[in-house]
């Protein structure tokens, strides 16, 4: 896919990485992302891990940002929002350490960002159901929350709880300050659309982890699904119901 090349070289662009005890990949994910879209600045957030991520980020000199206990994915993410907000970054992309998210689908979620298209895009791996999928039962819950997201909003998003995002100037600002903390990306996405932001969603592919094993458990799962469906619908009365301009999303969050 082209893009305006020369726009995208005005646009200061953070990839955020946040990592939790991934000592098997991070080395990895890194220097691939680094040889591939050397462009582009990146941050790993160790997220207070207990293995030896950290080590490695020191002695492979990569840039890091050390937390000192685990905040979970939406607390390391945020942290990350606060640097690309404090450091003035244009964009910010959201790539998992795990070497699920292929840096090669990069140009895709920064093309409708550059365009002026989006303000938010997602890489789903359902809109061309090509690489790994996830197994049936997580399809599942996906499917159920991509219906909630409807019901609440209007939006369809099919890939709901892809970490692989994209997001401008604006929602780095508007992240920064209020991001869900536990399980976040649905919720983010609800809170995306309640501030009148333009979601999009890209057709990447993913690939099964790389190594290490994954936090979500099957008793998580069934965990995972009641506080999101519960924080999901929170989130949507918190808002109520929204009604302006794009013009006023200078201060989306009614502060004065």
């Known amino acids: 896919m082209k893009t305006d090349m020369k726009r995208e070289e005005k646009s200061k662009v953070l990839i955020i990485i946040p990592a939790y005890n991934e000592a098997e990949n991070i080395v990895h994910v890194v220097k691939h992302m680094t040889e591939q879209a050397?462009?582009?600045?990146?941050?790993?957030?160790?997220?207070?891990?207990?293995?030896?991520?950290?080590?490695?980020?020191?002695?492979?000199?990569?840039?890091?940002?050390?937390?000192?206990?685990?905040?979970?994915?939406?607390?390391?993410?945020?942290?990350?929002?606060?640097?690309?907000?404090?450091?003035?970054?244009?964009?910010?992309?959201?790539?998992?350490?795990?070497?699920q998210h292929d840096i090669a689908y990069l140009d895709r979620l920064l093309a409708p960002i550059l365009s002026g298209e989006a303000d938010v895009v997602i890489g789903s791996r359902f809109l061309e159901k090509e690489g790994f999928q996830s197994s049936a039962s997580r399809r599942l819950g996906i499917n159920i929350l991509s219906a909630l997201i409807l019901l609440t909003t209007g939006k369809r998003i099919m890939d709901v709880t892809s970490g692989y995002r994209a997001v401008n100037k604006m929602f780095i600002r508007i992240y920064s300050e209020d991001y869900p903390m536990d399980y976040p990306e649905p919720e983010a996405i609800v809170a995306a659309i309640m501030h009148l932001g333009r979601v999009k969603e890209v057709p990447v592919q993913m690939r099964a982890r790389e190594g290490g094993t994954s936090s979500i458990t099957f008793k998580k799962s069934i965990y995972y699904m009641i506080k999101v469906t519960l924080a999901i619908l929170i989130c949507r009365m918190g808002y109520g119901i929204r009604r302006g301009k794009r013009e006023d999303m200078h201060n989306p969050l009614g502060k004065e």
């Open 38 to 99: 050397p462009q582009y600045d990146y941050l790993v957030i160790n997220d207070g891990s207990t293995d030896h991520t950290l080590e490695l980020c020191r002695k492979e000199n990569f840039r890091y940002l050390d937390l000192p206990i685990n905040m979970g994915i939406g607390g390391a993410v945020q942290a990350g929002y606060v640097y690309a907000c404090k450091n003035d970054y244009d964009i910010a992309v959201q790539m998992d350490g795990d070497g």
